[in-house]
């Protein structure tokens, strides 16, 4: 089962708020208040967090850079199965774009082949960076293809649910991201997503993953891999722009997702997938 | 009442607790935490200033114009330069040089894309290296030589007036 409409649901809070030096203090007070009433200490955690919340909601104004408003987009992103070569192109240039340390992968290619064996045949020989080599005799498969893999970028994703200190989120235009200052890991989000998108950052010790090229995409630039792609395999659009072509075909054509049983709300749509695709 | 001071005693202690803890939670929340969900709204700010390393083929065009139109007339218009030679990022900084481009001259990054797999399109131009060479009057039984394609193709223009 597969929220169709998940791209295009209103994001809470079109407003962007902003932190002026004085919510903190109205926090305080209004926290003051309650324990006067008698709160006990847990459920005071809560209202405060939520309470900074709501004010900044109320604010209203939005913060510095008026360029980019992250509130107005929506990020999907499309992948055509029938058109990729496996060149590993986008794995090469995902690894220069973001210094992606060796043999750990943002994006990854597989290649699956379906032969009369019970399992398709499945491998990505250092994520597809190195391109694939040929086939062995009778291995072809009578159907085969490439899969390009990156994080899905659920609208309902396990892996922020679980991050104890607020470090992995969803941004407002549909992005998870990780903020490494905050991170401390544990790794309970790379053990919670389904589809191993995450790794802990053999350098840095903290999670890492696809930001859909986050940089790029807030000054109007496609991401690494879809600018790297050389048959158009690849395809990034806003759902929140009825003009887009990504968006028209996210919202006009059948499209599938990976795992849609977990019901994860994946932003990365496939076109053309086999059943066996995993 | 003689006892009451035990529970002013308490009471105290519990404000002081209180009191410690709204403090000390100011210090280490970060100022934009909960701005727009659990989170530090600033990291996207961060985020959005991490370094462009790909500029796509418009910005070769500056200073390599001849390749840039090769390349726009051929097959592999749809290639963008840094695909084959890394990104502009690695190779200029406001508009100067800051290192050498890399060249890749042997068969395997052609091997990339175009090495015959059964999971490519079929309509995808791929050739068996071996059987090609053959094809082509090359003896094919010692090692590929690294720059053999480049004998016949141009890369910018692989089926143009300078390749086959």
């Given at each position: ?7 295009f ?37 809560l209202?405060c967090g939520e ?11 939005p ?11 929506e ?26 340390p ?9 290649r ?9 045949l ?31 970028h ?13 470090a ?15 991170c ?47 048959v158009?395999?690849r ?44 | 009442?003689?006892?009451?001071k ?55 065009r ?10 726009s007339?051929?097959?592999?218009a ?28 042997s068969?395997?990054?052609?091997a ?32 590929i030589?690294?720059?053999i394609?480049?004998?016949c ?12």
């Amino acid at each position: 089962m597969e929220d169709k409409s998940a791209p295009f649901n209103s994001v809470p809070g079109m407003d962007v708020p902003s932190a002026s030096s004085e919510e903190p203090a109205m926090t305080r007070r209004e926290c003051l208040k309650r324990s006067a009433q008698g709160a006990c200490g847990a459920i005071f955690v809560l209202a405060c967090g939520e309470e900074l919340g709501a004010l900044a909601q109320m604010a209203g104004t939005p913060p510095e850079g008026e360029k980019y408003d992250p509130f107005k987009h929506e990020w999907v992103y499309l992948i055509d199965i029938s058109k990729c070569i496996g060149c590993g192109s986008c794995v090469r240039a995902c690894e220069r774009e973001n210094n992606v340390p060796p043999h750990y992968f943002r994006t990854w290619v597989e290649r699956y082949r379906i032969t009369d064996s019970e399992h398709p045949l499945v491998d990505s020989p250092n994520g597809g960076r190195d391109g694939f080599g040929p086939e062995k005799h009778g291995e072809e498969g009578r159907k085969a293809f490439f899969v390009p893999k990156i994080c899905n970028h659920c609208k309902f994703s396990p892996c922020t649910q679980l991050c104890p200190v607020g470090a992995s989120f969803r941004s407002p235009d549909g992005v998870m991201l990780v903020d490494e200052e905050r991170c401390i890991g544990c790794g309970y989000c790379v053990q919670a997503c389904p589809y191993g998108s995450r790794f802990i950052h053999p350098v840095k010790h903290v999670a890492s993953k696809c930001t859909f090229c986050y940089h790029r995409v807030t000054k109007g630039l496609p991401t690494a891999c879809v600018a790297a792609c050389p048959v158009g395999a690849r395809r990034f659009g806003d759902a929140k722009d009825p003009d887009d072509e990504v968006s028209q075909i996210v919202a006009t054509q059948p499209t599938h997702v990976l795992k849609p049983e977990l019901l994860t709300g994946p932003h990365c749509r496939y076109l053309g997938m086999s059943m066996e695709v995993r | 009442m003689e006892h009451s001071k035990h529970i002013w005693r308490a009471a105290l202690i519990l404000l002081f607790g209180v009191v410690g803890f709204i403090v000390v939670r100011q210090f280490l929340i970060p100022k934009s935490f909960g701005i727009a969900g659990h989170y530090r709204f600033d990291a996207l700010a961060e985020f959005m200033a991490q370094p462009v390393k790909h500029g796509g083929r418009e910005s070769c065009r500056k200073c390599h114009e001849p390749p840039y139109e090769t390349t726009s007339k051929g097959k592999h218009a749809r290639v963008s330069c840094e695909v084959c030679h890394g990104p502009v990022g690695d190779h200029a900084s406001k508009e100067a040089k800051i290192a050498v481009m890399p060249k890749n001259p042997s068969y395997k990054l052609c091997a990339y894309c175009h090495q015959k797999l059964a999971a490519r399109p079929k309509g995808f131009k791929q050739v068996s290296f071996r059987k090609h060479l053959e094809e082509q009057g090359f003896a094919s039984d010692s090692k590929i030589p690294e720059k053999i394609c480049l004998k016949c193709h141009e890369p910018h223009d692989p089926t143009g007036a300078a390749g086959n």
